[in-house]
């Protein structure tokens, strides 16, 4: 790109081309195109798949993940019957590719700066991303034999979720969500979005006990939505008439987020009840400092 535009090919770190260090090559060059890497991470932090990575020089396509696939681009344009069994050799060639860049320079890791350590909680609070610590660097490297499932082998679990959350997003019947939500955790228990969809749908059904099962299950996977579960997890317990245990759940999650107002007046209630009067009044003060009468 940088030769089209008529730019200096800056210099850097990596492999040399035409005498200058950088990592990668010109695309427009003859012979340039050896294929195309990919690679998707998205179900791995979601739905407790395999990460997936891939090359396809154009005619064939070796796709990585917990049940390695090889595809005939020509014959099987849409990708539906893996060639792998019988053309091994093709996908290692393929897979060499992606063990070449694999050695190449890597950016490092940078902790984040001093006084930003409440970011991770400050991401969380938007209701869609976990603290939970990173997966170990060396499962997640492109060619390692992963143990989770394959995402391409998990496509109906996520049919299943994806119309099962439509379905309670759109104030549809929440027994039919329950049933699809069910049935997508079934085959896919690492799901941590279906099931905390499902505690939702239970929930609403005042199904509270079940309901609580699937908050408990979204806190014990990594990634999940760990506070908004925890808040649903203390109204559950609230109306299982397990109040102690509601107040915990309610003051670990209020601890670390502005939380809702209907959150937290049961904080409130619930620590009056404890006979926490002090902490009551200061959860008063937050509540009011909400506009909140």
Request: charged residues 25%; negative net charge.
């Amino acid at each position: 790109v940088a030769r089209v535009l008529g730019w200096e090919l800056p210099r850097g770190r990596g492999h040399e081309l035409d005498g200058h260090a950088l990592d990668g090559r010109d695309p427009l060059a003859e012979g340039a195109s050896a294929g195309v890497y990919f690679e998707s991470y998205f179900g791995t932090k979601s739905f407790g798949w395999s990460p997936l990575a891939g090359w396809t020089d154009g005619r064939a396509k070796y796709v990585h993940s917990g049940a390695p696939e090889l595809f005939d681009l020509a014959a099987d344009p849409g990708e539906t019957h893996s060639v792998l069994g019988a053309r091994a050799d093709e996908a290692a060639r393929l897979g060499a590719h992606i063990a070449a860049l694999l050695v190449l320079p890597r950016l490092a890791r940078t902790p984040l700066d001093s006084g930003q350590e409440s970011l991770q909680r400050e991401i969380e609070r938007l209701g869609y991303a976990g603290a939970d610590a990173p997966a170990a660097e060396a499962e997640l490297e492109p060619l390692a034999a992963f143990s989770s499932p394959s995402p391409h082998r998990m496509s109906a679990a996520y049919a299943d979720y994806m119309a099962g959350r439509k379905l309670f997003e759109e104030k549809g019947s929440r027994e039919a969500a329950s049933a699809l939500l069910e049935r997508a955790v079934g085959v896919n228990p690492e799901n941590h979005k279906a099931w905390f969809t499902l505690g939702l749908a239970r929930q609403d059904l005042g199904r509270f006990d079940a309901a609580a099962d699937a908050f408990q299950r979204v806190l014990a996977l990594p990634g999940g939505e760990r506070i908004p579960a925890q808040l649903d997890l203390g109204v559950c317990l609230y109306n299982l008439g397990r109040p102690a245990e509601a107040l915990r759940e309610l003051e670990s999650a209020l601890a670390e987020t502005p939380g809702p107002p209907g959150a937290l007046e049961l904080l409130i209630r619930l620590l009056d009840e404890a006979g926490r009067a002090d902490d009551a009044a200061r959860t008063r003060l937050r509540l009011t400092s909400r506009g909140q009468p």
